[in-house]
């Protein structure tokens, strides 16, 4: 009986050894796994402003990440690893360094004719223009409300007292401080990038073993959605916007608006929000009413609503969810949610959110995984 009692307490003791060690493992993966999601919220929280650099690099090396690669196929050399995405950041900083000169010149422009005028009304008056006495209704209640504020000198000046115009000063410094900022985080994008895209297929292997190993066999499908999705993004929001701008920006070459160049670039960016691009085209339609070109405006009006509309419906829907099947709802809801969340960068955070949900929602309804499972049990 002592052989057997002592088989048995020296078989128990491994076992007990066994489970010991298994828990304490357990225990040591959770504690290592909550150290490190505290430490990833540190440094998030220690970038401060620069998480948005950080972000916008991120977006930018997942569109650009074929480019990179190709350049790196076809260039060769030595310090083919850093040509490559030097090329494509300082092709980058040229394509928005360029519009944004040509925006400041403009600006500046006019901003030295509106002071001209300003100071000129100030003095004379402004006449009332042509086009309102030719209102289908309320012309007379229209020129008689100019005449009174901006024909006289005297009521022009009560009615820019009434403006408060140091509350337009304060609100332009305002957007220069943005316009600054801005300059400067974009500057830290393109850093951002460069040494994303630098870093090669090594930073892709990294990236799927780590996929694999927070989500198992289903990562790699979770970093594909969220890939395409971003990708679709760049190209149904800022490819079609920036299309969109050029196609109506030419009615208003045709239709003889001022200032055409900064209507068209106005139109370009604010169609790459849906349902934005059509303030821009109203705004240039009221342009051309003003300087009393009413067939121009009408033009431009319906032209560009109509391809706002077609882009909107057919164009965008297909580029942004066609990759990975997300219904133009969801690409909506993603778009204007993340907006309003995240702001800007929140137009390619949002589909990418809505891809990933929709792709966890056709993996958990499908009866095909209930098969699968029940074939592995």
Excluded: C
């Excluded at 820019?160 to 994008?189: C, D, I, K």
Aim: hydrophobic share 55%.
């Amino acid at each position: 009986m002592k052989f057997f009692s002592r088989a048995t307490s020296a078989a128990v003791e491994p076992l007990e050894a066994v489970v010991s060690a298994g828990r304490r493992a357990g225990f040591h993966d959770w504690a290592r796994g909550v150290l490190a999601a505290a430490f990833i919220i540190a440094a998030i929280y220690t970038l401060g402003r620069f998480r948005e650099a950080v972000a916008w690099g991120v977006i930018l090396a997942i569109v650009f990440w074929p480019w990179a690669g190709w350049l790196r196929r076809h260039l060769g050399g030595r310090h083919v690893e850093t040509v490559g995405p030097l090329l494509i950041v300082a092709g980058l900083a040229a394509v928005f360094l360029v519009p944004l000169v040509a925006i400041g010149t403009e600006a500046a422009k006019e901003a030295h004719s509106a002071m001209d005028w300003v100071n000129s009304a100030r003095s004379d008056g402004v006449p009332p223009p042509a086009i309102l006495g030719k209102l289908p209704f309320g012309s007379s209640q229209a020129v008689h409300w100019w005449s009174e504020n901006l024909s006289d000198p005297a009521g022009e000046q009560r009615l820019m007292h009434r403006l408060q115009p140091e509350r337009a000063l304060h609100l332009a410094q305002s957007l220069g401080h943005e316009m600054a900022n801005g300059t400067v985080l974009a500057a830290f994008s393109l850093l951002v990038l460069f040494f994303l895209l630098r870093a090669g297929p090594e930073l892709e292997d990294r990236a799927k073993v780590l996929s694999d190993r927070l989500f198992g066999a289903t990562g790699e499908t979770v970093m594909t959605h969220i890939v395409g999705s971003v990708r679709g993004s760049m190209a149904g929001l800022v490819l079609v916007g920036l299309g969109e701008g050029l196609v109506i920006g030419i009615s208003y070459v045709i239709a003889g608006a001022p200032q055409p160049l900064l209507l068209g670039l106005l139109t370009a960016i604010a169609s790459m929000i849906p349902m934005l691009g059509g303030i821009a085209v109203a705004i240039a339609a009221v342009v051309l009413l003003a300087v009393g070109k009413t067939v121009g405006a009408i033009a431009v009006a319906v032209w560009g609503m109509l391809v706002l509309f077609l882009a909107d419906h057919f164009i965008r829907p297909v580029l942004i969810g066609g990759s990975t099947k997300l219904p133009f709802v969801w690409v909506l809801l993603g778009i204007l949610g993340g907006l309003e969340t995240w702001g800007l960068i929140g137009l390619f955070v949002g589909p990418a959110v809505m891809a990933v949900v929709h792709l966890l929602w056709r993996m958990g309804s499908s009866r095909g995984m209930d098969k699968a499972a029940a074939g592995q049990g």
